[in-house]
């Protein structure tokens, strides 16, 4: 591979701008992942946060070691299930009160500092530019701002910025976020005014953000509204590198994160797929068997629930999940000739949790998931970088003068004492987010990740399935319909259930649709190319090194190559 090649995907042109412009400037795929990053807190800024989560898989081109970080925050040590139990039922409320330590600064910062070549400031120039000048509003952001335009209005301070004049922002016009461009100045100036070599310029940086002006900020604020983050809740904080999981998938090792996001799901979704064989998957005329596919995905959502929580907190090793002994009893639970509405969770000695029935709140499908973006790298060295940064606006209140949406990933928690996934004093929530790599004979060959909560799996699933046993391109798999299951408890609050339920891409055959109504699945539509089917996000490199990527028209997002 040339040093000077690179393939970017992320979720907005000006993150893909800036990603390229660390590249140029002498940076590798870690300088420009954590540039487009940072950008994406600026120009996603209803779905993704400066302060909010940012899980991140990387390789290293030089040692060929792949790693991860949970870029996800803990619960603050004041945290109390039984209290928000009596307080708010099952579930943890919107507001401040669902707010962890916010964790992608640090997750950025460690990256950068283990991995990268470059300083804070550099990576972070193109955000502080974005938000101090503005960006066009695109129509994405509008319409997600315009969906939930009563949740923006219930705090003044998240109402200053996301309803400019009352209203949602308008496309076109320019979005600015002073306070949000100052907040990062912070950290750079932190950084410009340390003595020392490139690594303790970030440490300033981060320490700037966890125990400095902008802790104190967000402390102070939660102090006076009942909040519960603290100044050592922010200062102890630390991210984690975890351990990845390798599967074989065809002719490639797909490397998946660990139990604290969906990344054992995702690994046993084509651990199952690969038992089961390009044979069962595909139908005679060529196609996916979706029934076959959504059977699966149903049955690893059964075992997500039933399994996976901060793995610290797990009953089980999640390598279990793995085991093929295990995946061949799930795959002998499948029928078919019919649906199963919704799956039990297999056999290790615990019962599937409770989840609520729809009690009049909109589903979860018809409002699509509020959360994430992502950024896939590839350089020409064989460094690979893939990120899921998120954390939703609607759902919190921005902290005054910082501009900063901390993160509300405590949604993915549950306020019910002795269940699995409840919230507990530095107990990480269950992250949705999930990037991936590939390598193929221990090459690069692609990364890989997609917004969309608990439709990610589902996405990349499909676009895996559709490159690797159905031929097509990278283009032309990611652009094929999907469908997409609701029979399991969701990720978010309120953790609602929908047996049977399926979603689909009006661009779907007829033939397809009318075959898996037959099988008992409970169909409806969505429009075609909508962005409630993910924004697939991809960077791949074939066996010569020659260079691609793609970026899902079902959202915001671009890409690039220098080839």
């Known amino acids: 591979m040339r040093t000077n090649n690179f393939a970017i995907a992320t979720g907005h042109p000006i993150a893909t701008d800036a990603a390229e412009a660390m590249l140029r400037a002498g940076g590798n795929a870690i300088d420009a992942g954590v540039a487009a990053g940072l950008a994406l807190g600026v120009v996603h800024p209803e779905l993704v946060s400066v302060a909010g989560v940012a899980p991140i898989i990387l390789r290293d081109g030089k040692t060929g070691q792949i790693t991860s970080y ?17 307080n708010f039922g099952d579930t943890v409320p919107e507001g401040i009160l669902r707010t962890v330590v916010p964790a992608a600064p640090a997750s950025w910062i460690r990256a950068l500092s283990e991995y990268g070549t470059m300083r804070f400031a550099d990576v972070a120039a193109p955000a502080v530019k974005a938000a101090r000048n503005g960006f066009p509003v695109f129509e994405l952001l509008s319409e997600f701002v315009k969906s939930r335009h009563r949740e923006y209005q219930r705090f003044a301070s998240t109402a200053e910025i996301f309803l400019p004049n009352g209203k949602p922002p308008v496309v076109g016009e320019l979005f600015v976020q002073t306070d949000l461009a100052n907040t990062l100045q912070i950290m750079i100036d932190a950084e410009h005014q340390t003595k020392g070599d490139r690594k303790a310029g970030l440490a300033a940086a981060r320490s700037a953000f966890y125990e400095g002006e902008i802790a104190r900020r967000i402390t102070s604020f939660h102090a006076e509204n009942g909040g519960l983050l603290t100044m050592e809740d922010m200062a102890t904080y630390e991210v984690r590198e975890e351990k990845t999981y390798p599967v074989k998938f065809r002719d490639s090792e797909i490397y998946c994160c660990g139990a604290w996001c969906q990344g054992i799901a995702m690994a046993e979704t084509l651990a199952m797929l690969e038992t089961a064989g390009k044979q069962r998957i595909l139908k005679s005329d060529g196609d996916i068997d979706r029934h076959f596919l959504i059977e699966v995905l149903k049955r690893v959502f059964a075992d997500r629930e039933a399994f996976v929580t901060d793995p610290d907190y ?12 295990f995946i061949a009893a799930r795959l002998a ?11 039990e969770p297999g056999n290790m000695d615990c019962t599937l949790a409770s989840h609520r029935g729809n009690a009049g709140e909109i589903p979860e499908y018809v409002r699509g998931s509020a959360d994430t973006s992502h950024v896939s790298v590839i350089d020409g060295e ?19 003068g910082t501009g900063l949406s901390v993160s509300s990933r405590g949604s993915q928690s549950r306020s019910i004492p002795g269940h699995l996934n409840a919230l507990a004093p530095g107990k990480r929530p269950r992250l949705t987010p999930n990037p991936i790599l590939g390598l193929k004979n221990g090459k690069p060959w692609l ?12 996405a990349m699933a499909q676009v895996l399935v559709q490159m690797m046993d159905c031929g097509k391109s990278l283009e032309q798999a990611v652009l094929e319909p999907r469908v997409s299951s609701y ?17 689909y891409e009006q661009n779907l055959s007829d033939n397809a649709v009318t075959e898996l109504k037959s099988l008992g699945h409970d169909m409806e539509s969505w429009p075609p190319q909508t962005w409630k089917a993910g924004g697939i996000c991809v960077a791949m490199s074939d066996e010569n090194g020659e260079l691609t990527a793609f970026a899902d028209p079902r959202r915001a997002g671009t890409a690039t190559v220098n080839i």
């Open 70 to 86: 949970d870029g996800v925050g803990v619960w603050p040590k004041a945290a109390n299930v039984e209290w928000f139990h009596d």
């Open 314 to 325: 797990m009953k089980i090793d999640p390598a279990a999940l793995l085991d093929p002994s």
């Open 333 to 343: 639970t499948i029928s078919s000739t019919r649906s199963d509405p919704m799956p």
């Open 382 to 400: 064989g460094n690979m970088f893939s990120a899921t940064p998120s954390d939703p606006s609607a759902d919190t209140q921005v902290i005054p």
């Open 447 to 458: 990364a890989m990740g997609t917004p969309g909560g608990d439709i990610q799996i589902q």
């Open 487 to 503: 029979a399991y408890p969701g990720s978010f609050a309120p953790h609602i259930a929908y047996p049977n339920k399926v979603l």
